[in-house]
Each structure stands twice: as C-alpha cells, then as structure tokens.
C-alpha cells in the first residue's frame, strides 16, 4: 500500500458543515492526488499536490481546498458540505509516471 | 471533448476462458496507459503500463495490447479465475507534467466457476 493511510475511514455529517479529510504517506514522495469515486463518473481529480504547498486544481475542484504544508501530509477540506459531496474519496501518490498507489478511501456521507 | 471509454455492462466469463476488456479513447494524445484493479470496498491497485510506441506489454497471464491509430487498448486475462472477479480501470497520462492520469469509468468483470 506505499504506506498511505487516510482518515477517518467513515464520515457522516450534516449538509453545510465543514470537513477536512486527511492523506497520510509515510515515504516522502512528492505527488499527492484527491480523487473521488461516484458510479457512473469512475475516479476524478479534485486536487493534486507538486510539492509542499504547491497545488492545483483537478477536474471537479469547486466546493474543494486542499493544504499540503508538509511532504507527507495532504489535507483535503469541504468548507461546507453538500449532499452532492457524498462520495469515497481516494488519496493517491505517485512514485514514478509509471503508477500510482492509492490510498483505502474514505466513505463520506453528507445527509 | 476528451473522453475515455470502458464497457459499463457488467463482463461474465467462465472460468479457464480470456477475458477481454476495451478501452477506447478520443480527443487524448496519451505517452502511456495504464491498468489498474479495483476489488470493492479497496483503492485501485496498478497491474501494466504500456507506452505509446509498445504494441503490447505481458505479465504473467496478463496482456494488454495499444494502438493509438483505433485509439484503443485491450486488456486480456488468460486462464481467467474466480480471484480475477474485480472491475478493472484504465488511465490516461496527461502530457504536461505532474504525473496526472484520467480514468475511465471501469469495467466489472464476473468470473464464473
């Protein structure tokens, strides 16, 4: 699992709050990813990280912000919540171009 | 627009025969494509890479064949096992840099014993 671990694994929470989900790798490498999963949709970016506090959009940022302001930590933030944001959300790293390793999800449910 | 397409209907296959997936893209120039699986409830889990001057890439009972003049890639698993049930990804570099990979929507494959 390249030493990615996520957190919490479950979420429940209420429409209009905030959310911050967290990304955790043990090996130091520079690319980060937050995808979601939805049916239908398959996994889509959210944001991605180059570098300790540099980051960038992905195709489906809005109502997303994400912080890295250390190599191994890459938090993702729902600054209020909305039942469209009911998703699993996966965290990924990339070694090489060649792979990438993700994460075990988080199950995010926005009631 | 870009656009990256698996087979959304469900693959049943009996177990011992090749399952063959597609992948089909468009409006992408791709330097490589990758395969990933995906058991429920799990993250992807990468399988192959191949890159755009490869025809075809093997591992073991695995296949995956690229050509980007049909802009298709194929995915075979030979021998195919109850254990190979799984849905099954495939992702597209993005030539630019940050290593960022577009994926298709998966494909389920159902291998009956």
């Known amino acids: 699992d390249a030493g990615i671990t996520q957190s919490p694994r479950h979420k429940v929470t209420e429409t209009g709050t905030p959310v911050t989900l967290r990304c955790h790798q043990t090996?130091?490498?520079?690319?980060m990813y937050w995808y979601r999963q939805d049916p239908g949709h398959g996994l889509r970016l959210i944001h991605y990280?180059?570098?300790?506090?540099?980051?960038d959009k992905g195709e489906v940022s809005d109502g997303y912000s994400v912080s890295r302001s250390k190599t191994e930590d890459f938090l993702l933030t729902l600054e209020s919540a909305t039942s469209s944001q009911t998703s699993v959300y996966f965290c990924?790293?990339?070694?090489?171009?060649?792979?990438?390793?993700f994460g075990p999800g988080t199950r995010l449910t926005v009631l | 627009s870009q656009k990256i397409e698996q087979n959304s209907e469900a693959l049943n296959i009996q177990e011992g025969k090749t399952a063959t997936l597609t992948c089909n893209y468009t409006?992408?120039?791709?330097?490589?494509l990758q395969w990933y699986r995906q058991d429920p409830g799990r993250g992807p889990v990468f399988l192959l890479l191949?890159?755009?001057?490869?025809k075809e890439k093997r591992k073991e009972r695995l296949k995956v064949t690229f050509d980007t003049t049909l802009k298709q890639s194929l995915f075979h698993i030979t021998a195919s096992q109850p254990a190979d049930s799984a849905t099954y990804l495939c992702?597209?570099?993005?030539?630019?840099?940050?290593?960022?990979?577009?994926f298709g929507t998966g494909t389920k494959l159902q291998v009956i014993p």
């Open positions: 990924a790293i990339s070694v090489t171009r060649d792979e990438q390793f």
């Open positions: 090996e130091n490498h520079r690319y």
């Open positions: 990280s180059y570098g300790v506090k540099d980051t």
């Open positions: 409006n992408y120039s791709p330097a490589y």
């Open positions: 191949i890159r755009e001057n490869e």
């Open positions: 992702a597209l570099d993005e030539k630019g840099g940050y290593q960022k990979v577009t």
